[in-house]
C-alpha cells in the first residue's frame, strides 16, 4: 500500500493498483488522440499533470479514470471528488505504479475550464472564439500566431499560408502542415509558447487566417517533429526558425490537402524575379559584378544570359513557339529562360538553354537539371514540364537519364527544332518538326 492520502472519496485511488491498466489507458489515449481521449474520460476538470511514458506525455487524470474502468468494469467510474482539490494525488498515484509524472504548467494556475468542441472546416469570428476560450476578442490582434489559454490547457495555432504582411513561410506536406515558431525578429528559440508545442503541453487548436477577424477552424493537431532551419526576420536579415511538423487527429480533404501551386516566399522578397514577357529585340546586358549580395546562382544565371549565343538560341524558340500557337511566352531576368504554354491545353513547359562546346556536355546538362527543379519548386507549379534546349546534339545516355527525371531534350540545328526521345515528342508536339 502506498500512503499519503487522506481518508475520504480519496481513498478510490488506493485500488488502482494494476500498471498493465495504466499501459492499456496509455495505449488507448494513443490510439484516439489526447482531444478524443479526453473527451471519452475527461471528468469536466481540465488538467495539468502529464504522464510521461516513452518520450510522449499523456494526461493523467483521464488515464487514472480510463484505467479504473479496465481493472474494475463492473464498479461505477471516478469521479471528480476521487481526485480530492488538487492534483498531487494523481500523482503520488501514478508514481507508485512506476510511471512519471510532469507538471506542464505554472504552479498556482488551475485549469478549471473545459475543452471546447470545434467545428473542423467552419469559419469562427473571434468574437465567438473569445467566449469559447474564455478571453477578449482582441486577443487575437497581439499574439500573433500562437495564443496560449493555460487555464484551459490549450494552444491556438495561427496560420496565413503567406496572406500576412509578414509571411513565416507555412505551407503543406502531403495532410501535415509544416508551421514556423513565433518570432518575427532576431533567432527564434524554445521558450514559451515554441517550447509548448515542441512538448505538445497543450491540444494544439490549428486556424488558418479567413477574413479580417475570422479564423477557419483546420483541426486538433499534435508536433510529430520539430527542427532547426535559416530564414529571413521582419527585416529580411538571416536568422535561426523553428520549423514544426503538425500532424491532424482527424485528416480529411479539401483543407487538408497539399495545394497545387504556392508562391515561394523568394519570390517575394526579390522583385526581380518576376516573369515579363519575352522579347527578343532586346539585347543581353554585358555582365556586371553587382555590389549587393546576391545567390551564386543567380549570377551564373546573369552570366550565361551575357552571352550572344545564348540568346540567340532562345530568340529562335520563342519564334518556334509563337508560330506554333503557344502563349504567356515570358523570361524572369536572372532565372527562368523561358516559360509558356502549350496550345489547346494551356500546360505550361519551362525552358533551359545552354550551349554546348567541346567537353562541356556533362557540365551544362548537369547544371541544367538543377536549375529546372529549382525554377519548378521555387517560380512555378508542380505540374510544370521541364525542357533542355540545346544548341547541338547530346549523347543518348544523358537524354535518357534526364527523361527519367522528367527532363525532355529539344535541338536546335541552326534552321530547326528537333525532338530528342519519346518525353519531348508528349511534351512538345506541335512545337517540332519531325523528319
Given at each position: 500500500m502506498w500512503v499519503g492520502l487522506e481518508y475520504g472519496s480519496r481513498v478510490a485511488l488506493q485500488e488502482l493498483t494494476s500498471r498493465d491498466a495504466v499501459l492499456a489507458a496509455i495505449a488507448e489515449c494513443k490510439a484516439l488522440g489526447v482531444l478524443d481521449f479526453w473527451k471519452k474520460y475527461g471528468s469536466g476538470k481540465a488538467f495539468n499533470y502529464f504522464i510521461n511514458f516513452e518520450r510522449e506525455r499523456y494526461p493523467s487524470r483521464p488515464i487514472l479514470q480510463a484505467a479504473w474502468n479496465i481493472q474494475y468494469p463492473g464498479r461505477a467510474p471516478l469521479t471528480n471528488s476521487a481526485f480530492g482539490s488538487g492534483a498531487a494525488d494523481e500523482k503520488a498515484a501514478l508514481e507508485h505504479l512506476g510511471f512519471t509524472v510532469e507538471v506542464v504548467q505554472e504552479k498556482g494556475v488551475q485549469r478549471d475550464r473545459e475543452l471546447p468542441t470545434l467545428e473542423v472546416g467552419r469559419v469562427y469570428s473571434w468574437e465567438e472564439l473569445g467566449v469559447l476560450f474564455d478571453c477578449a476578442p482582441n486577443y487575437f490582434s497581439s499574439v500573433g500566431g500562437m495564443a496560449s489559454r493555460p487555464e484551459m490547457g490549450a494552444l491556438l495555432l495561427i496560420t496565413?499560408?503567406?496572406?500576412?504582411?509578414?509571411?513565416?513561410?507555412?505551407?503543406?506536406?502531403?495532410?501535415?502542415?509544416?508551421?514556423?515558431?513565433r518570432g518575427q525578429t532576431g533567432?527564434?528559440?524554445?521558450?514559451?509558447?515554441?517550447?509548448?508545442?515542441?512538448?505538445?503541453?497543450?491540444?494544439?487548436?490549428?486556424?488558418?487566417?479567413?477574413?479580417?477577424?475570422?479564423?477557419?477552424f483546420?483541426?486538433?493537431?499534435?508536433?510529430?517533429?520539430?527542427?532547426?532551419?535559416?530564414?529571413?526576420?521582419?527585416?529580411?536579415?538571416?536568422?535561426?526558425?523553428?520549423?514544426?511538423?503538425?500532424?491532424?487527429?482527424?485528416?480529411?480533404?479539401?483543407?487538408?490537402?497539399?495545394?497545387?501551386?504556392?508562391?515561394?516566399?523568394?519570390?517575394?522578397?526579390?522583385?526581380?524575379?518576376?516573369?515579363?514577357?519575352?522579347?527578343?529585340?532586346?539585347?543581353?546586358?554585358?555582365?556586371?559584378?553587382?555590389?549587393?549580395?546576391?545567390?551564386?546562382?543567380?549570377?551564373?544565371?546573369?552570366?550565361?544570359?551575357?552571352?550572344?549565343?545564348?540568346?540567340?538560341?532562345?530568340?529562335?524558340?520563342?519564334?518556334?513557339?509563337?508560330?506554333?500557337?503557344?502563349?504567356?511566352?515570358?523570361?524572369?531576368?536572372?532565372?527562368?529562360?523561358?516559360?509558356?504554354?502549350r496550345p489547346g491545353d494551356g500546360q505550361r513547359v519551362i525552358f533551359e538553354a545552354k550551349t554546348l562546346g567541346d567537353g562541356t556536355e556533362v557540365h551544362q546538362t548537369?547544371?541544367?537539371?538543377?536549375?529546372?527543379?529549382?525554377?519548378?519548386?521555387?517560380?512555378?507549379?508542380?505540374?510544370?514540364?521541364?525542357?533542355?534546349?540545346?544548341?547541338?546534339?547530346?549523347?543518348?545516355?544523358?537524354?535518357?537519364?534526364?527523361?527519367?527525371?522528367?527532363?525532355?531534350?529539344?535541338?536546335?540545328?541552326?534552321?530547326?527544332?528537333?525532338?530528342?526521345?519519346?518525353?519531348?515528342?508528349?511534351?512538345?508536339?506541335?512545337?517540332?518538326?519531325?523528319?
Open positions: 496565413h499560408l503567406g496572406g500576412a504582411s509578414f509571411d513565416y513561410e507555412d505551407y503543406w506536406n502531403g495532410a501535415d502542415l509544416i508551421y514556423t515558431g533567432d527564434q528559440s524554445l521558450n514559451g509558447q515554441n517550447g509548448q508545442l515542441a512538448r505538445n503541453e497543450a491540444t494544439n487548436f490549428v486556424f488558418k487566417y479567413d477574413s479580417p477577424r475570422h479564423l477557419h483546420l483541426g486538433v493537431a499534435r508536433a510529430k517533429q520539430y527542427w532547426w532551419a535559416k530564414g529571413l526576420d521582419r527585416d529580411g536579415v538571416e536568422r535561426r526558425i523553428v520549423r514544426f511538423r503538425l500532424s491532424f487527429e482527424e485528416p480529411r480533404g479539401g483543407e487538408l490537402q497539399p495545394t497545387a501551386a504556392r508562391v515561394d516566399p523568394v519570390r517575394l522578397r526579390r522583385p526581380n524575379l518576376t516573369p515579363r514577357p519575352f522579347d527578343e529585340t532586346r539585347p543581353p546586358a554585358p555582365f556586371l559584378q553587382r555590389e549587393e549580395r546576391e545567390p551564386p546562382e543567380e549570377t551564373l544565371a546573369r552570366q550565361e544570359k551575357a552571352a550572344h549565343g545564348h540568346h540567340d538560341l532562345l530568340a529562335a524558340l520563342n519564334r518556334a513557339l509563337i508560330a506554333s500557337g503557344w502563349n504567356i511566352i515570358e523570361e524572369t531576368r536572372g532565372a527562368i529562360d523561358l516559360w509558356a504554354r548537369r547544371s541544367a537539371l538543377s536549375q529546372l527543379l529549382e525554377y519548378r519548386h521555387f517560380l512555378g507549379a508542380p505540374n510544370d514540364f521541364l525542357c533542355l534546349v540545346t544548341n547541338a546534339p547530346i549523347s543518348d545516355v544523358r537524354e535518357r537519364f534526364l527523361r527519367t527525371q522528367g527532363v525532355a531534350v529539344l535541338v536546335h540545328d541552326g534552321a530547326t527544332f528537333q525532338a530528342v526521345g519519346p518525353l519531348a515528342l508528349e511534351v512538345l508536339g506541335a512545337l517540332v518538326q519531325k523528319k
